[in-house]
Every structure is written in structure tokens, then in C-alpha cells.
Nanobody, 124 residues
Framework: QVQLVESGGGSVQAGGSLRLSCAAS????????MGWFRQAPGKEREFVAG????????YYANSVRGRSTISRDNAKITVYLQMNSLKPEDTAVYYC?????????????????WGQGTQVTVSS
């Protein structure tokens, strides 16, 4: 069982930056693939970024590639999402997710564990 708690959300102006954190519990964190997803009002939850268990593989949605960086610190059992050059369309609740195995999928159904989410609001 893995428990995930996100933090770092907030309100920023367009062009600003935020760093989201996801603190995990459980000794097996270092073996899990981690992902960040987001859900805007009235829209489906969508993949943002993912990282393999050792950080060797990262994958980004086209909408955030070049503006965001996912990373992890297995010693601190935490995964991060640095978001720069934020846009109003980045406004959403951001969720951290975890799955076992080495693949870095983009489907929400592939991830077994989810956090409660943290709100990101970007104003123009």
C-alpha cells in the first residue's frame, strides 16, 4: 500500500512557476513508477508527466514539455513537478499517482495509487 500527499499548489500569474511535491509512504516507493496528472473543471483527468523508479526514464505530455520537469528523490520518498512559464490553461487540480512496474504509462487506469490533489490556479 502506498499513500501519497501532494503539496505546493497555489495561485500564480501567467509566466510564473510552481514546484509541486508528492510525499509518499511505504518502503517500496523506490520501486514504483510515479506520475503527475491534472483535472480541470468539466474535463477528464489527463497525464502531465511520469518518471520511472530510478529516474532514468521521464515522459511528458506535449502541453507541458519544455516547461516542466519531473524528478524524484527516493531517499526522501518524494516526487516533484517543477512547472515554469505557467499558462491559464494549466489551471487544474494536480494529482500524484503511483504504480508498480517499470513502464511509464499515460493512462489513469494504469496507476493504482492516488493522492488527494493540489489546486493550481494561473491567472492572466
Amino acid at each position: 500500500q502506498v499513500q501519497l500527499v501532494e503539496s505546493g499548489g497555489g495561485s500564480v500569474q501567467a509566466g510564473g512557476s510552481l514546484r509541486l511535491s508528492c510525499a509518499a509512504s511505504g518502503r517500496t516507493f523506490s520501486t514504483y513508477t510515479m506520475g503527475w496528472f491534472r483535472q480541470a473543471p468539466g474535463k477528464e483527468r489527463e497525464f502531465v508527466a511520469g518518471i520511472s523508479w530510478n529516474g532514468g526514464v521521464t515522459y511528458y505530455a506535449n502541453s507541458v514539455r519544455g516547461r516542466s520537469t519531473i524528478s524524484r528523490d527516493n531517499a526522501k520518498i518524494t516526487v516533484y513537478l517543477q512547472m515554469n512559464s505557467l499558462k491559464p490553461e494549466d489551471t487544474a487540480v494536480y494529482y500524484c499517482a503511483a504504480k508498480s512496474g517499470s513502464a511509464v504509462p499515460t493512462l489513469t487506469s494504469a496507476y493504482a495509487y492516488w493522492g488527494q490533489g493540489t489546486q493550481v490556479t494561473v491567472s492572466s
